[in-house]
């Protein structure tokens, strides 16, 4: 499964919302998982099931989509979101794949 | 406190060996699929390998025939046996537990913080 992720980059101003776009080449259901990645730091798991948060993400992380077609929006958008966000699928494995990743920046 | 921390990365000539090392505290390695992942400094992720905790492995088809995953469950500790480096193998090496999310492993929810490899000769 190739997951392609859109837009390559996203700049917003703090307190508005980004959007943040995945799209996988087939039928994934909702094995889809998000995850944030600030510079010099590992992968955090954000959102598992398309749409369920991980323990301790906070509200203005939420995810959407099936099939093919998923988002994940962040509402309320803060400085300390600024990060690389990647998309990840766990319907067909292995491999567990990843998409490209959008850089999210705050203005 | 749940923890993952890896070792054993270097700077080796292609065609060398090299074996990480991911020690795990805050839950028994017996009980859960670990893995590594990787990325080469500012690209995406890769997942290059799986040790279920049945004792299965699996590996990306980058590295099969060349990478061993491999565990201990007495020191709760992963490795990873990587034979006839490439230059393409320099990358971040981080190791990772794999949720299982019924029915299937799913979603990397515990990380380390890496341990780099670099192949150059």
């Known amino acids: 499964v190739v997951l392609t992720q859109f837009p390559a980059t996203v700049s917003v101003s703090p307190g508005e919302r980004a959007t943040l776009s995945c799209r996988a080449s087939?039928?994934?259901?909702?094995?889809l998982a998000w995850y944030q990645q600030k510079p010099g730091q590992a992968p955090r798991l954000l959102i598992y099931?398309?749409?369920t948060r991980a323990t301790g993400i906070p509200a203005r992380f939420s995810g959407s989509g099936s099939g093919t077609e998923f988002t994940l929006t962040i509402r309320s958008q803060q400085s300390e979101d600024s990060a690389i966000y990647y998309c990840q699928q766990y319907k067909n494995w292995p491999p567990w794949t990843f998409g490209q990743g959008t850089k999210v920046e705050v203005k | 406190d749940v923890r993952l921390v890896e070792s054993g990365g270097h700077l080796v000539q292609p065609g060398e060996s090299l074996t990480l090392s991911c020690a795990i505290s805050?839950?028994?390695?017996?009980?859960?699929?670990m893995t590594w992942v990787r990325q080469v400094p500012g690209e995406g992720l890769e997942g290059v390998s799986v040790v279920f905790s049945g004792g299965g492995t699996t590996y990306a088809d980058s590295v099969k025939d060349r990478f061993t995953i491999s565990r201990d469950i007495s020191k709760n500790t992963v490795f990873l046996q990587m034979n006839r480096l490439r230059v393409e193998d320099t990358a971040l090496y981080y190791c990772?537990?794999?949720?299982?999310?019924?029915?299937?492993?799913?979603?990397?929810?515990?990380w380390g913080r890496g341990t780099m490899v670099t192949v150059s000769s």
């Open positions: 805050g839950f028994s390695v017996s009980y859960h699929h």
């Open positions: 087939q039928n994934i259901s909702s094995d």
């Open positions: 099931g398309a749409s």
């Open positions: 990772a537990r794999l949720l299982q999310i019924w029915p299937s492993p799913a979603t990397f929810d515990i």
